[in-house]
């Protein structure tokens, strides 16, 4: 069965980057989809960056229009790994980031997932950064 485990979280200062990296374990479908989602404290958790894809096929990627320039997704195959390259962090970027996955899966509809959250079945137990001076 599909596991997820986040890693990459931590202190940065206002204006500098993290990469966080999501290793996904258990697959046995040629494609499935990644989702980052993040709760930061008074509000409620959101998507802000899915990728769906398999060997062989380009990505479909979905990023959160707010946070749209300052961050990327990107898959590695080889090792089933997800990257989220966070730039330009500022305090409100602040919070807790979980790594999500699914393998069942289909369509290009990645924002529908993104947003909507539920039909990731795997989740890990998130990785906190904080953004402070």
């Known amino acids: 069965q599909l596991q997820v485990v986040e890693s990459g979280g931590g202190l940065v200062q206002p204006g500098g980057s993290l990469r966080l990296s999501c290793k996904v374990s258990g697959i046995t479908q040629d494609f499935y989809a990644i989702g980052w989602f993040r709760q930061v404290p008074g509000k409620e958790r959101e998507g802000i960056s899915c990728i769906f894809g398999g060997d062989g096929v380009d990505d479909r990627v979905y990023d959160k229009d707010a946070i749209m320039g300052r961050v990327s997704v990107s898959r590695d195959a080889v090792s089933d790994t997800v990257f989220l390259q966070m730039d330009k962090q500022n305090s409100d970027d602040t919070g807790t980031y979980t790594c999500?996955?699914?393998?069942?899966?289909?369509?290009?509809?990645?924002?529908?997932?993104?947003?909507?959250?539920?039909?990731?079945?795997?989740w890990g137990q998130g990785t906190q950064v904080s953004v402070s001076s």
């Open positions: 999500a996955a699914d393998e069942s899966l289909t369509g290009t509809n990645v924002k529908a997932w993104c947003v909507m959250m539920s039909p990731f079945s795997a």
